[in-house]
């Protein structure tokens, strides 16, 4: 039997190695990111919302020096995960550049604004909440399908890395975004996090079911201790109560369900990433990372530059890579470079159960 090689598995042996040899399969393994405002690549370009960054100064440090959607000044941290694994930068998959051979690439589906639950982020209208960013992943094997063949395609999605970041704006723009909203009438905190942790297993479990395999599960920074919170609710710039009781809850939980998700799986799909420690580091010692300072946004205005949105007519910092905060929320790339260098390397403080590298290494050996 082995050595009956029939013709057409000859041909078949001899076209894969000719389109591995071509490199129609992506040298790098394919990269999907989900999520929100924090890794969203600019989806939101393409959609009628007011959550989004496709206006200077946004992008002022970026290569083209162009607002691309991303919440940074130059590179956000799917950006600095393609480079560490030596991937092209993912494309929105709204852009129409994200055609035939750029989709073996990967995608990014993630939205500014979004969160967990569907009424997250309710005031920016047209996002793409997390259902959606599903149902385009299944879109998107569809159409990779066609292009390489069906197993092929299953392939590229079992072996890729995924990256999804969820959370935060189910407490900054849901639970507390207004005095009374609804969620803080049905649920006291302690009862709402389990409440969103619960609908966050069903996304994981989905993320599965459509193939993937290796997916880092960023928990929320330090939500309290951001420029805007600071703005609206800090006497002496410490960091908001509310909103640091939140992360508190949240972050300990989501480590939970991962570990429970693994078990149940019987490997290590989902690999915690405590965000909230990394930024602790630079936000507690920002001297020694080399801030001048963790609390002023480089681009805002009001009280520690957190006040409203970041716009042309803004108070815009000189040197960016002096601040750990580019806007009243988001990172600068400098900031998200200390990031994505303990993914790849940081203890299991950072990372758990094993970093990026020790993920790389083994996964290429299989
Ligand atoms: C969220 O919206 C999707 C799509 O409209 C729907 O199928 C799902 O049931 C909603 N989830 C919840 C928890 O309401
Ligand atoms: C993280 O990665 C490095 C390799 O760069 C490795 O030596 C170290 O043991 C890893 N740490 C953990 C906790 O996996």
């Not at 999907?32 to 002022?60: C, E, H, K, M, Q």
């Not at 009424?119 to 390489?148: C, H, K």
């Not at 960091?239 to 019987?266: D, K, M, R, W």
Request: glycine content about 8%.
């Amino acid at each position: 039997m082995a050595l009956a090689l029939s013709m057409p598995v000859v041909f078949t042996l001899i076209i894969q190695v000719v389109v591995a040899s071509l490199g129609l399969r992506a040298e790098a393994r394919a990269f999907f990111v989900f999520g929100d405002s924090l890794v969203d690549n600019g989806n939101n370009n393409y959609l009628a919302t007011t959550a989004r960054a496709d206006a200077p100064p946004y992008g002022i440090d970026s290569p083209s020096h162009r607002a691309s959607g991303r919440f940074s000044n130059g590179l956000n941290i799917p950006d600095l995960i393609s480079e560490r694994i030596g991937a092209e930068t993912t494309l929105p998959y709204l852009s129409p550049e994200l055609q035939g051979e750029k989709l073996l690439v990967g995608a990014n589906f993630a939205s500014a604004g979004i969160g967990i639950l569907n009424d997250t982020g309710v005031q920016f209208v047209n996002i793409i909440r997390m259902p959606f960013q599903l149902r385009y992943f299944e879109q998107y094997q569809q159409r990779v399908s066609a292009l390489i063949g069906e197993e092929q395609a299953k392939r590229l999605v079992r072996e890729a890395l995924v990256l999804i970041t969820l959370g935060g704006n189910d407490f900054v723009n849901n639970y507390f975004l207004v005095p009374l909203s609804a969620r803080s009438r049905q649920y006291t905190l302690p009862n709402y996090v389990p409440f969103i942790i619960s609908e966050y297993r069903k996304i994981l479990e989905r993320l599965y079911e459509l193939g993937a395999r290796r997916v880092l599960v960023t928990g929320t920074g330090p939500l309290g201790c951001v420029p805007a919170e600071l703005a609206q609710r800090s006497v002496n710039g410490e960091c908001a109560a509310p909103l640091q009781q939140a992360s508190a809850l949240f972050n300990p939980q989501l480590v939970q369900l991962l570990n429970q998700l693994n078990t149940e799986i019987g490997d290590h799909v989902f690999i915690a990433v405590n965000t909230n420690e990394m930024n602790l580091d630079f936000i507690n010692n920002p001297q020694q990372y080399g801030f001048v300072t963790s609390k002023i946004a480089c681009c805002g205005q009001g009280r520690y530059n957190g006040i409203g949105l970041c716009t042309r007519l803004s108070n815009l910092c000189e040197n960016r890579d002096l601040y750990a905060f580019w806007d009243p929320f988001h990172p600068t790339e400098k900031a998200n470079r200390l990031i994505v260098q303990q993914m790849m390397i940081g203890p299991e403080k950072y990372m758990s159960p094993m970093n990026l590298s020790m993920i790389m290494a083994m996964d290429s050996k299989v």
